[in-house]
């Protein structure tokens, strides 16, 4: 089995809408959100995790999003 992660903003991962843009990268344990639907959907694959971040965050705050 492989084991992924699976990245979404803010809004998908259920963490805010417009009022939490500013979220910095948060881990989620397993699939969360339309994550659920594609590890239905995924043969072979386990989501073992979800990294969100807010997509204002992302926006003004790259290298440190990614290096985080």
Do not use: K, S, W
């Not at 992924?4 to 959100?33: C, I, K, M, S």
């Not at 590890?39 to 971040?53: H, M, P, R």
């Amino acid at each position: 089995m492989v084991r992924a992660v699976h990245y979404l903003n803010q809004f998908f991962a259920g963490l805010g809408a417009e009022e939490a843009a500013e979220t910095p990268p948060t881990r989620l344990d397993g699939a969360v959100g339309p994550g659920r639907g594609l590890a239905a959907a995924l043969d072979g694959i386990e989501i073992v995790a979800t990294l969100a971040c807010g997509d204002d965050y992302f926006a003004e705050h790259e290298d440190e999003a990614v290096a985080r």
